[in-house]
């Protein structure tokens, strides 16, 4: 990766971060500081992204931080891209058409960028259960402490194995693209 493309999107993702946890403060300031990780669940992905591009701009690697980048990438631009559309109606209103157009085309784009680090990241099972239990603490933390993104009520029962079900998902892709690459 090209250090000018490299340093482009670590300024587009750190507005994207402050984009996000903006969108987040008010929930952040209803819930218990000790629970605060839990609950940016997209900017902290894209906290975890950037942090290893930076990693990359040193020319040092974390494969704990690559892995977990790009399981929490895939897992939640793809859960957020799927919320939307399946909930369009709770979230999309006139008014606020063209913010969720620009809130699903980031998504893709953090899915996306995640391939960026196949050829950094290498697949070890033993640097994988740190990313895994982080998700998996977060999954049972959104809905048995309620720290999950706005979503309407009647989609809980849903969301929550849906959720689970694509940290196993997105762990297991990650494996099969690094293991192809």
């Not at 000018?4 to 218990?32: C, D, E, H, K, S």
């Not at 929490?72 to 399946?86: D, H, L, P, Q, R």
Request: net charge neutral; glycine share 2%; with cysteine.
């Amino acid at each position: 990766m090209s250090p000018v493309f490299r340093n482009w999107l670590i300024i587009m993702n750190v507005i994207a971060i402050f984009y996000g946890f903006a969108m987040y403060a008010p929930q952040l300031a209803n819930t218990n500081p000790l629970f605060w990780i839990f609950v940016p669940d997209c900017p902290l992905a894209t906290v975890f992204f950037t942090a290893s591009l930076m990693l990359l701009a040193l020319n040092k690697k974390s494969n704990i931080l690559f892995l977990l980048s790009m399981i929490s990438g895939f897992k939640y631009g793809v859960w957020t891209c799927f919320a939307i559309v399946s909930y369009w109606n709770f979230y999309v209103a006139p008014s606020n058409f063209i913010d969720y157009v620009i809130d699903f085309s980031a998504h893709v784009g953090l899915f996306l960028e995640q391939f960026l680090l196949i050829k950094y990241a290498t697949f070890n099972v033993r640097k994988l259960i740190a990313p895994l239990a982080f998700l998996f603490f977060n999954d049972l933390s959104d809905y048995l402490l309620a720290t999950h993104p706005l979503l309407p009520e009647y989609s809980l029962s849903f969301m929550f194995p849906f959720t689970v079900s694509l940290t196993v998902a997105s762990a297991a892709f990650t494996y099969a693209i690094l293991t192809r690459a």
